[in-house]
């Protein structure tokens, strides 16, 4: 048994020269053939097919079974972790402890990662900023003044300088630019300015004058924070939010005393709709559509749907806006029938050649562009994108080794790390907690070196109570370093400053949703990189992001665990107590071998957090089951090896019939396809809905309003057709 600290797990055999242990390549037919023939078999149990077990194997397997697992931990976590007394409550099913349990070897019998594919794309980029100054635009002084000494800007973002004024001669718009350009003033100015020059002067009790429709609470209170700087000067015009999670009586006695410029998320509008007595949209001058594509999503249609009945109802003068960095082409689709006359502005069109040095001069509204245009996405140039490809065995120990490296050895390091599920969050979120932070863990404090960072980990998800949703938003705002966990909430509009590294551990779910993740590093003009982790099965996937002109560069493995060499709390022990002398990639093998230990040692600690990563495996085999169709032939269950997945949550085997449950309901959603029928059909109402409550009355028969531009050109034909929500629906309220 581990009878003090600096006992570690036994470690396999030093394996001459290679690092990669993975079996050779064959040829992808037979491997997808051996593949689809051994997950058949495979999904209760990660013992690798007895045909590779022997080829890749370090030691003989007798004898890897039979070494009981050590480790260096103290304290608390020596007693919780002691590997001959297993706690009676781990004794639960399947993922029973066995005395001794050992960990596996994580760099056996894993698949060949592939060579990606290097696919050459151009990718498109947008200038950021314009020359132009603020006092250009026909604004009200006191408005210019507070943008210069409040906000500290002096110059406008090309989209700023092709919004603003289009938006204050009171045209209809669908704005287009990349992620942290600044299109979040591109309307609130105009706005303002529209608002403080009514003639007869806004009164608190007339109530809203426009509506700002965001799709999540943290994007709520940031659009109504920056609205409330801008209105400084305007004492008199009155900023709320109402955003959910809020007690919805204070929600009702602020409506009820006026609010003249509402934001709010969808849900908490219809709420209020239905609920509220006093709200009404008399007075509405703007709607303005933030996330538009999000907004727009399967999702939101019920919630849509009604806030345009009701404010259809009451008032029909008014400017509509629609702002993303992704506006697909559905939502131009939609936009095109819905919108009045409405202007297309897209910094993309404009900004091909940014070396041109007429460029900056030629900016002006244009009509989006061809297809494949409008479904490639401007990459901010200050984004260095990259890709690892993990086996499912190794993804645990490689993020926290890839978080180690950025918040542990480097300074000032912000990083966000996507998840699928809120599931999914709360379960690394605790595990890292408990196992790289906790005083008795890997990481207790006596045991790091000098040098070190100390880590800071936050999460926020959907199921999180607002209060503390709230302030982990305010909490990583404001710090300089931390590691925040989340899911999609935070993927859409949040400017959190400074953030350096952006790592999606689950793909996301579109090219849009990748867009708008790694958009919350390098934002207006500044740095940033973000990494992708993918399974060798999911490699293709840079093909499917090169498709739209998303350029991603291969970072290997092993050098993400490299650090682990860095940090001799994961030295590796030898039998009789003896430390390793083993180096290089050997030394990373076994440093690497005793954190999955320390991960493993705590999901078997107790019946609970054995179930709790059980609940987060299965989230996880529930959110690759959604991937859109295009995608399914890269994230399929059937491609992953659940095995080898369990080891990713710190499981030592995969419980049975994990995937059972979710194929059954997806053989029963194939049984019905009538639930397909009502997708469509209810996309097609929302057109309609769409169509007929913003159109002019004037067309019939859903003819389309033909779109015109700045430049007077004609309409573009309606293509494709609205998107479908992908995985990370949760990215919402
Ligand atoms: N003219 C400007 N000069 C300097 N900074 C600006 C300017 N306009 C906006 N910013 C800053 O740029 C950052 C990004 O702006 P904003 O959040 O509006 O971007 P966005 O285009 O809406 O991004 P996303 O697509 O991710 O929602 C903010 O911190 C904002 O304060």
Not at 155 to 163: D, E
Not at 204 to 228: K, N
Not at 606 to 611: A, D, H, K, L, P
Request: one cysteine or more; hydrophobic letters at 35%.
């Amino acid at each position: 048994m581990a009878a003090a600290s600096g006992v570690l797990p036994q470690v396999p055999e030093p394996r001459p020269a290679v690092f990669r242990t993975f079996s050779k390549p064959r040829p992808a037919h037979a491997r997808r053939q051996a593949a689809a023939t051994k997950r058949k078999c495979q999904a209760s149990s990660e013992a690798p097919p007895a045909k590779r077990r022997s080829k890749a194997s370090f030691l003989p397997a007798k004898k890897t079974a039979a070494k009981e697992t050590r480790r260096t931990l103290k304290g608390k976590a020596q007693r919780t972790f002691s590997p001959k007394k297993p706690s009676a409550g781990a004794r639960d099913g399947d993922q029973e402890q066995k005395p001794g349990a050992k960990t596996s070897s994580l760099f056996k019998n894993n698949p060949e990662i592939p060579e990606l594919p290097r696919p050459v794309v151009e990718q498109v980029q947008e200038k950021v900023f314009t020359s132009d100054a603020f006092q250009a635009l026909d604004l009200h002084p006191h408005l210019i003044s507070t943008i210069n000494t409040v906000l500290k800007m002096s110059s406008m973002t090309s989209v700023q300088k092709q919004s603003i004024p289009v938006l204050l001669e009171g045209r209809d718009a669908l704005v287009r630019s990349q992620t942290g350009s600044g299109k979040t003033l591109a309307y609130c100015i105009p706005m303002v300015q529209s608002l403080q020059a009514m003639q007869s002067k806004i009164q608190r009790g007339d109530g809203p004058y426009a509506l700002i429709l965001v799709p999540t609470r943290e994007l709520a209170l940031q659009s109504f924070d920056t609205v409330q700087k801008l209105l400084k000067p305007f004492t008199w015009i009155v900023p709320g939010v109402l955003m959910g999670g809020e007690k919805r009586k204070s929600e009702k006695a602020r409506l009820r005393k006026g609010i003249n410029i509402l934001i709010s998320t969808p849900g908490r509008l219809v709420d209020h709709i239905k609920s509220t007595k006093n709200i009404h949209f008399r007075q509405i001058r703007w709607l303005i559509l933030d996330e538009a594509d999000r907004i727009l999503d399967l999702g939101f249609e019920k919630d849509l749907t009604v806030i345009l009945n009701a404010v259809n109802a009451e008032c029909q003068e008014r400017q509509n806006v629609l702002l993303s960095a992704t506006l697909t082409e559905g939502v131009a689709r939609l936009a095109d029938i819905s919108l009045h006359d409405p202007v297309s502005i897209s910094v993309l069109d404009e900004s091909h050649d940014l070396s041109s040095p007429e460029s900056e001069a030629s900016l002006e509204a244009s009509p989006p562009q061809a297809t494949d245009e409008l479904d490639s996405f401007a990459i901010p140039a200050g984004l260095e994108q990259h890709v690892v490809v993990v086996p499912s065995k190794l993804r645990l120990v490689c993020l926290a080794a890839f978080i180690l490296q950025k918040c542990k050895f480097e300074r000032d390091q912000k990083v966000i790390v996507f998840f699928s599920s809120c599931e999914l969050v709360e379960f690394h979120y605790t595990l890292f907690l408990q196992t790289l932070l906790s005083d008795s863990g890997a990481l207790a404090p006596e045991r790091l070196p000098a040098t070190s960072m100390p880590l800071k980990f936050l999460r926020l998800h959907s199921a999180l109570e607002q209060e503390e949703r709230t302030a982990v938003f305010q909490d990583f705002t404001h710090s300089k370093t931390g590691i925040l966990f989340c899911t999609d909430i935070a993927a859409r509009g949040l400017d959190l400053p400074q953030v350096t590294w952006i790592v999606q551990y689950n793909a996301p779910s579109s090219p849009a949703e990748y867009i708008h993740r790694v958009g919350r590093t390098a934002r207006i003009g500044c740095h940033g990189s973000s990494l992708l982790v993918l399974a060798p099965s999911e490699a293709e996937y840079v093909n499917s992001l090169a498709s739209h002109k998303i350029n991603v560069s291969e970072m290997k493995m092993e050098d993400i665990l490299s650090v682990l060499t860095k940090d001799d709390c994961f030295k590796g022990r030898r039998g009789g107590g003896q430390k390793s002398r083993a180096t290089g990639p050997q030394e990373i093998q076994e440093r690497a071998t005793v954190l999955q230990t320390v991960f493993e040692d705590y999901v078997h600690s107790s019946e609970e957090t054995v179930s709790r990563a059980k609940k987060a495996l299965q989230s996880f085999i529930r959110a690759y089951a959604t991937y859109p169709r295009e995608l399914k032939h890269i994230f399929h269950i059937r491609l992953l090896h659940l095995g080898h997945m369990a080891k990713s949550f710190g499981l030592r085997d995969a419980p049975k019939n994990l995937c059972a449950s979710a194929m059954k309901k997806k053989k029963a959603n194939l049984k019905r396809p009538d639930l397909q029928r009502k997708k469509t059909q209810s996309k097609q109402r929302l057109a309609e809905i769409l169509r007929s409550e913003y159109a002019s009355g004037m067309e019939t028969g859903g003819a389309k309003v033909r779109k015109q531009n700045t430049r007077g050109g004609p309409a573009s034909q309606p293509r494709g057709a609205a998107r479908t929500p992908g995985p990370a629906s949760e990215g919402t309220d």
